[in-house]
């Protein structure tokens, strides 16, 4: 199975390690963790208890268990999402989101595929990057 971006999303097919169907994923993940991983949904700002973690681990993907963020690359983004200003080595992958009438780009997990957030580029040094990640699509990995 291939993962097909569509929409306001560049068509391009990638095949992922991991692989279920849509009906297999409803099987494994939450509602919310379906909606935002598997149909690039959005959870609301400031609802996700990892926001505010900040205990010495790793951020992993709730679709697959891939690791993709450490907790020495979040920062308080003031925006009410987890951020990070930097992945892991081949964790996430990225494409042009064109929805919502504005191009913005979509960070993916490498492992699954799942939609995790965006990225920007108005994070801090030393990266300058802001990787805007739905809480609900990942889990906390405590050292």
């Known amino acids: 199975m291939k993962r097909l971006f569509g929409g306001g999303h560049d068509t391009v097919a990638e095949t992922f390690p991991v692989q279920l169907t849509d009906e297999e ?3 494994k993940l939450a509602p919310a963790q379906f909606h935002v991983l598997r149909k690039h949904g959005t959870e609301r700002a400031g609802t996700s208890p990892l926001n505010a973690e ?3 681990g790793t951020f992993v993907c709730a679709g697959c268990d891939k690791d ?3 907790t020495a690359t979040k920062f308080e983004s003031g925006t009410g999402w ?3 200003w930097e992945p892991l080595e081949g964790a996430v992958g ?3 989101d ?3 009438f504005m191009t913005r780009t979509e960070v993916h997990c490498s492992g699954c595929g799942g939609h995790l957030g965006h990225v920007f580029p108005d ?4 990266t300058g990057q802001r990787y805007c990640m739905n809480g609900v699509a990942m889990a906390f990995r405590p050292d």
């Not at 994070?123 to 030393?126: F, K, V, W």
């Open 25 to 27: 994923w409803r099987a």
């Open 98 to 100: 064109r929805s919502f």
């Open 82 to 84: 987890p951020s990070f």
């Open 94 to 96: 990225t494409t042009e």
């Open 123 to 126: 994070g801090p040094r030393p």
């Open 68 to 70: 993709l963020f450490a």
């Open 54 to 56: 900040k205990r010495p």
